[in-house]
């Protein structure tokens, strides 16, 4: 079925919707939630609670892009229930390693001399990464947005994990001096 339908019925608040949206996205919003969780059943589990958000998010929402709306409920459904479970013991996951990447490269929330509202700092994110080549820009998504192990991303690239690993960190390095061009503070 396709996307505006599927949206259609959640407008129209037909039970059917969460079943199409489960056809249709369960081995996507898995794989997303897998990627930071590393856990089957936790995975599971923050798939079905986007079905529930979805639900109460149509109406009003009426999103462009399913697949994105979805991905992106249960990519902070999952990064909650790992900072909810890493509060403690603070371990170093495939998540934990690759938002670490990302903190010398990113502005403090507490910026001291300038603040950065999140919509302004999102959009000179996405203002970055049009101007990156298709291949550098599918590198960072994979790994800060879906949070992928470097190791599946060299098998389903057909690089290495070294000449990823060094892309990555020629991105953030091209992301810092691009923060710092506009303003940024770091």
């Given at each position: 079925m396709e996307d505006s339908k599927i949206v259609d019925?959640?407008?129209?608040?037909?039970?059917a919707a969460?079943?199409?949206?489960?056809?249709?996205?369960?081995?996507?919003?898995?794989?997303?939630?897998?990627?930071?969780?590393?856990?089957?059943?936790d995975a599971d589990e923050c798939v079905n609670d986007t079905y529930l958000h979805a639900w109460n998010a149509m109406p009003p929402k009426r999103p462009d892009c399913l697949?994105?709306?979805?991905?992106?409920?249960?990519?902070?459904?999952?990064?909650?229930?790992f900072r909810q479970y890493n509060a403690e013991k603070r371990g170093r996951s495939q998540a934990g390693v690759?938002?670490?990447e990302l903190d010398e490269v990113l502005p403090s929330p507490?910026?001291?001399e300038q603040e950065i509202d999140e919509k302004e700092l999102?959009?000179?994110?996405?203002?970055?990464?049009?101007?990156l080549p298709k291949e550098k820009r599918v590198l960072f998504v994979q790994r800060y947005w879906y949070l992928m192990p470097i190791k599946e991303m060299a098998e389903q690239s057909g690089m290495s994990e070294s000449r990823i690993k060094s892309a990555l960190f020629r991105i953030r390095n091209e992301l810092r001096a691009y923060f710092e061009?506009?303003?940024?503070?770091l």
């Open positions: 019925l959640y407008w129209e608040r037909s039970e969460i079943g199409e949206t489960a056809k249709k996205y369960s081995r996507y919003c898995h794989s997303v939630s897998y990627n930071i969780l590393h856990n089957n059943e697949a994105a709306f979805l991905g992106r409920i249960t990519r902070n459904l999952s990064l909650d229930r690759a938002i670490h507490n910026g001291v999102a959009r000179q994110l996405d203002r970055f990464l049009e101007g061009r506009e303003g940024v503070v």
